[in-house]
């Protein structure tokens, strides 16, 4: 069984550009979840999609970071423009159901992003 | 609120020697908690969790994790640990909703020969 798939796994981009960060979850997993990685915050939860509806974008840093989820088998992560303190690694993952009840959030190999 | 604080950043051990990698919790909810590995330029993956039961959970590679409810803590151990075990640790709890997990700091265990 596919786990769950980002696309790209590296990027490196300078300063102002447009960065999106692709992801397909597990088939049949209703809830999506955007984390970002860093050395000095650790893993912080971004956004959080269930059934494909955003539910919580609190962690989302500011207006320049906007996510998507279409369907129930693609979400993006956009960053415009982009900046260096953006570089980070971005994790999506997907569970069947809440955490809150003992589900496992299963995560990608995470997007590799740098911005130079 | 809920939280959990991971007492060590680094663990270094030698290869052979048991480990215990430290977690305390807070949780004002019923008390889910798990245990995630990331090797090297790999994404999290799921050691073990503890839902209810017993306090003591198994988990992959060896490892093992005992839930205390009357010092909130949930230490992973293993008795004799290899190589192939130096990765990040994070220990996990759901938030205050439910919706999604919060993560440790996370701690790094080096093992050397």
């Known amino acids: 069984d596919a786990g769950v798939i980002q696309s790209p796994r590296h990027e490196v981009t300078e300063m102002g550009q447009e960065v999106t960060l692709r992801c397909k979850p597990i088939s049949g997993h209703n809830s999506l979840f955007w984390y970002r990685q860093t050395m000095m915050r650790g893993l912080e939860l971004l956004i959080y999609?269930?059934?494909?509806?955003?539910?919580?974008d609190s962690g989302m840093p500011e207006d320049r970071f906007s996510a998507k989820m279409p369907n129930a088998s693609f979400s993006t992560l956009k960053i415009q423009p982009s900046e260096p303190r953006d570089s980070a690694v971005y994790f999506c993952?997907?569970?069947?159901?809440?955490?809150?009840?003992?589900?496992?959030?299963?995560f990608g190999e995470g997007s590799w992003l740098t911005v130079v | 609120a809920q939280s959990v604080t991971q007492l060590d950043s680094q663990v270094p051990v030698f290869e052979e020697a048991p480990v215990e990698l430290r977690c305390n919790y807070s949780s004002s909810v019923s008390v889910y908690l798990f245990w995630y590995v990331q090797y090297p330029n790999q994404g999290l993956q799921l050691l073990l969790k503890y839902l209810s039961g017993s306090t003591l959970v198994k988990g992959i590679n060896g490892f093992e994790a005992e839930f205390n409810k009357s010092q909130t803590s949930f230490h992973l151990r293993k008795p004799s640990v290899h190589i192939s075990d130096t990765a990040e640790y994070f220990c996990?709890?759901?938030?205050?909703?439910?919706?999604?997990?919060?993560f440790g700091k996370g701690t790094t265990l080096s093992v050397s020969s």
């Open positions: 993952a997907s569970s069947f159901e809440d955490p809150g009840t003992g589900n496992t959030i299963y």
């Open positions: 999609f269930n059934n494909n509806v955003p539910i919580d």
């Open positions: 996990a709890v759901p938030n205050q909703a439910g919706t999604a997990l919060i």
